[in-house]
């Protein structure tokens, strides 16, 4: 498997948060970016671990954090960490956003949400 394999670097993000929690009105603790789609999903440590069940869901192999400071990319299958290409910006979500985030959508007992 190539390095670029699951890599799309012209491909934008989503939008500044989960897809998922956004339309419903959830909340996150860390966000991952689809490196093929440009997909933004939660973590395995948010309450709804919508990352991972992207990357189940559309076969899509490779996440890059999109937490400000961070650029690792992890590939589901192989479950290595690696150093990637330079994607389409923004590179992070907004640091206004919060963490865990959004402001205004985590609740006040979030330490018991997260996995
Ligand atoms: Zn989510
Ligand atoms: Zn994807």
């Keep these: 498997m190539s390095e670029t394999t ?3 670097p ?3 993000p989503s939008g500044a948060g989960c897809v998922e929690c956004d339309a419903t009105g959830g909340w996150w603790f860390h966000l991952r970016r689809c490196a093929q789609c440009g997909h933004i999903g939660c973590c395995d440590s948010s309450p709804s671990q919508h990352a991972s069940a992207h990357g ?3 076969g899509h ?3 890059r954090s999109f937490e400000p400071g961070e650029d690792w990319f992890y590939n589901f ?3 290595e960490t690696f150093e990637g290409p ?3 910006p923004p590179q992070q979500h ?3 956003q919060g963490v865990p985030g959004p402001k ?3 609740p006040r007992d979030w330490r018991f949400h997260v996995h």
């Design 6 to 8: 699951g890599i799309d």
């Design 86 to 88: 330079e994607l389409a």
């Design 56 to 58: 189940r869901a559309s």
């Design 77 to 79: 299958q192989t479950e």
């Design 94 to 96: 907004p640091a206004d």
């Design 10 to 12: 012209s491909v934008p």
């Design 104 to 106: 205004g959508r985590v």
């Design 61 to 63: 192999p490779v996440i």
